[in-house]
């Protein structure tokens, strides 16, 4: 695959992946079951970004690295601490400590 046409499918990609997290956002909120179906959306999304070799550094306070769930009020525990924020998945226990700035 020539460059040019690599560049074209990574911006497809990362607007798909785009629009899987807006809809993850979304399905939460409206629909019942929208908490399973955002953390499908959100397993689709990391699959076709690492297929892709796309970023997905301005997600990581949105979804879990480790099980791939949505982060909601009732998925999630977040603590301040003097040098960073930890956020906890209270799904999979999973912990990331993101320096403060």
Do not use: W
């Not at 992946?17 to 397993?43: I, M, N, W």
């Not at 791939?68 to 977040?78: E, N």
């Amino acid at each position: 695959m020539t460059g040019k046409a690599k560049r074209i499918e990574q911006a497809a990609a990362r607007k798909e992946v785009d629009d899987l997290f807006a809809l993850a956002a979304k399905v939460v909120r409206s629909e019942p079951d929208g908490q399973r179906l955002a953390d499908r959306y959100v397993f689709l999304a990391r699959k076709l970004a690492s297929r892709n070799r796309i970023s997905l550094r301005r997600y990581n306070r949105l979804h879990c690295r480790k099980c791939s769930c949505y982060f909601t009020s009732k998925t999630l525990r977040v603590r301040t601490r003097t040098a960073s924020v930890v956020y906890a998945c209270l799904r999979c226990g999973h912990i990331t400590r993101i320096r403060k700035t």
